[in-house]
């Protein structure tokens, strides 16, 4: 499974984006999902995450202000982003795999498939 991300830009804070993962094969209901992010000079970090089309997991840090979601037809992942803030910024990723167990969903080692990045830049 290839995934692209697609939907960053530059916005001001407070605004609001929804960024994309589209697959480009067929991905089953066992396959989880997540987004990750990596702003200049950091480690990338685990943003949000479809645990097998069963339950969703947030980082504390986005949480009530973001919204993962998927639609299992157009094999498509979105990662809805309101209130954002400057801290928002980075360059966001979606991994995709099978075989993830619950306790490392927020780990960026376990996911097979990644896409290619698209860049998020909020301003005050």
């Known amino acids: 499974v290839q995934l692209q991300a697609s939907g960053g830009g530059s916005v001001q804070a407070g605004a609001s984006l929804r960024l994309s993962c589209a697959a480009s094969g067929r991905t089953r209901s066992t396959y989880s999902v997540a987004w990750f992010r990596q702003a200049p000079g950091k480690e990338r970090e685990f943003v949000a995450a479809s645990f097998r089309s069963a339950s969703i997991h947030y980082a504390d840090s986005v949480s009530g202000r973001f919204t993962i979601s998927r639609d299992n037809a157009k094999n498509t992942v979105y990662l809805q982003m309101n209130s954002l803030k400057p801290e928002d910024t980075a360059v966001y990723y979606c991994?995709?795999?099978?075989?993830?167990?619950?306790?490392?969903?927020?780990?960026?080692?376990?996911?097979?498939?990644w896409g290619q990045g698209t860049l998020v830049t909020v301003s005050s």
């Open positions: 991994a995709g795999s099978t075989g993830v167990i619950l306790s490392a969903l927020r780990d960026p080692s376990v996911y097979h498939s």
